[in-house]
């Protein structure tokens, strides 16, 4: 499988911006909070993981800190509803070996996401048809463990879970839709789910009026105090997207607030090409993002990936973004591990 580099203009931008002396993370010539578009001279095209069609990567680290992977089987058009989801196992984020399938009851299932969190594994995944679904497995050993299942929502689609700092557990899902599950979370939600709206970019030169983070895949996540909503989307003008081609770029755009439910800012791209995107934290602390490809122009298609991400704190907003290879002295510093989500 061929890669190829990432936005080769914005790298040829980058290069004069680093010649000419700007702040190393502004690097964007038009607008800072797209910054990740424009990465700089001598960044590395993505690989994937590993050779498996995959989609909707998502990434846990469990206890041990030993990670797993889940991702939507890949067809020729992208993501497409199973009968089995399949989990990967690493302990070091290089190797990856093929853990267990899990067999879903009379259903088939789609957008999977695998999570480590008060103590116990789960999975989410959207129902072919519509609606979502909860898996709490009963012991730590996924290759044996028994599991049990519940009926979430009755339509959306590609569910996730949040836990906040106070222990509340919440599903997300769709385009934003947030809802607090009750303390069984296979009980269900303990209120109706409210969409997350963001603000619109007002400016002409870089007008978006969009009120939702994306079209789809949400997921939340709290960094440095801030809740970060991130979706997937890919918009078009006049049939084309921000790189000239028809159906545009599938990115995961970003917004965040200091509050779970509203007064979310501007969506900004945090990870070109990455689609239907999660988020999770290194044995180091280290923030990563999945990946997968889902257009033309993504360094590789329909197969599982990551990206170790730069977190800039601007005063008023975080700014997360590829870390590129001079992230060592320019903000892609290890941070403290939320302590629900893995152990060592």
């Not at 789910?193 to 870089?206: K, N």
């Not at 601007?314 to 590829?322: F, Q």
Request: charged share 20%; proline share 7%; net charge neutral.
């Amino acid at each position: 499988m061929s890669t190829r580099p990432l936005m080769p203009l914005a790298l040829s931008i980058a290069a004069v911006i680093a010649a000419a002396g700007s702040p190393v993370f502004a690097q964007h010539p038009a607008n800072r909070e797209y910054a990740a578009l424009a990465p700089m001279a001598g960044a590395k095209p993505l690989a994937p993981l590993f050779d498996q069609p995959l989609t909707d990567t998502s990434v846990a680290v469990g206890p041990g800190g030993v990670y797993y992977l889940t991702g939507s089987a890949g067809g020729r058009e992208g993501a497409i509803f199973s009968p089995t989801i399949t989990l990967w196992r690493s302990t070091g984020m290089k190797e990856w070996s093929k853990l267990c399938e899990i067999t879903l009851d009379g259903t088939k299932g789609r957008s999977p996401e695998v999570r480590y969190l008060k103590g116990a594994f789960w999975l989410t995944y959207g129902r072919e048809g519509g609606g979502t679904d909860l898996i709490r497995f009963d012991s730590l050993d996924l290759s044996a463990s028994s599991f049990r299942s519940a009926r979430i929502t009755a339509d959306g689609e590609d569910p996730s879970l949040f836990l906040d700092d106070d222990g509340a557990l919440y599903w997300v899902m769709g385009k934003g839709q947030v809802a607090r599950l009750k303390s069984d979370p296979l009980a269900g939600l303990d209120e109706t789910p409210a969409q997350i709206e963001i603000t619109p970019q007002a400016t002409e030169l870089q007008k978006d009026p969009s009120k939702t983070v994306g079209a789809r895949g949400a997921f939340l996540e709290k960094i440095r105090g801030r809740y970060c909503l991130f979706a997937a989307d890919r918009p078009v003008r006049k049939g084309f997207g921000r790189i000239g081609t028809p159906g545009g770029a599938n990115d995961t755009y970003v917004a965040s607030s200091g509050n779970l439910y509203r007064s979310y800012g501007r969506r900004y791209i945090g990870f070109p090409h990455a689609g239907h995107s999660s988020l999770f934290q290194d044995r180091a602390g280290r923030w990563y993002a999945t990946m997968f490809g889902n257009d033309r122009t993504a360094p590789f298609r329909t197969s599982a990936g990551m990206m170790p991400l730069e977190v800039v704190d601007t005063g008023e907003d975080l700014i997360l973004k590829p870390a590129w290879p001079d992230a060592a002295t320019r903000g892609q510093q290890a941070e403290q591990p939320r302590t629900h989500e893995f152990s060592r």
